[in-house]
C-alpha cells in the first residue's frame, strides 16, 4: 500500500484545514486508516483512525475539533481540522493498519508527512 497525504498549510488560530491520504492497492476498504503528527523535537503521536466499518477512536487533545472519515470508492482518508491552536503546528501523517492501534510502531504502512501550520 502506497499512501499519499495532501492538504497542509498554514493556518491563523481558529481556522481549518482539511488533510487527505490516497492509498493505492485495492484492499483499502480492510485497512484501518490512521493520521498521526510529530511536532519538532517531539514523539509521533496518534491523532486519529477510523476502521472499514466507520469506527473511530481520537487522541483527547482534537477530540470535538478534528474528524476522521473515509471514502473507500475513492481508497481516501480524511482528516477535517476545526478550531485549529498553534499547538496542532505539527508534520501530519497518514497510515494504515490491520490493528485498530494508536501505537506509531504498530503501523504498517506510512504515507510522507504534510506540514501543518498554526499562527496565533
Known amino acids: 500500500v502506497q499512501l499519499q497525504a495532501s492538504g497542509g498549510g498554514l493556518v491563523q488560530a481558529g481556522g481549518s484545514l482539511r488533510l487527505s491520504c490516497a492509498a493505492s492497492?485495492?484492499?483499502?476498504?480492510?485497512?484501518?486508516m490512521g493520521w498521526f503528527r510529530q511536532a519538532p523535537g517531539k514523539e509521533r503521536e496518534f491523532v486519529a483512525h477510523i476502521s472499514g466499518g466507520y469506527l473511530r477512536n481520537y487522541a483527547a487533545s482534537v477530540k470535538g475539533r478534528f474528524t476522521i472519515s473515509r471514502d473507500n470508492a475513492k481508497n481516501t482518508v480524511y482528516l477535517q481540522m476545526n478550531s485549529l491552536k498553534p499547538e496542532d503546528t505539527a508534520v501530519y501523517y497518514c497510515?494504515?493498519?490491520?490493528?485498530?492501534?494508536?501505537?506509531?510502531?504498530?503501523?504498517?504502512?506510512w504515507g510522507k508527512g504534510t506540514q501543518v501550520t498554526v499562527s496565533s
Open positions: 492497492g485495492r484492499t483499502f476498504s480492510s485497512y484501518i
Open positions: 497510515a494504515a493498519s490491520w490493528a485498530l492501534s494508536r501505537v506509531v510502531r504498530d503501523m504498517d504502512y
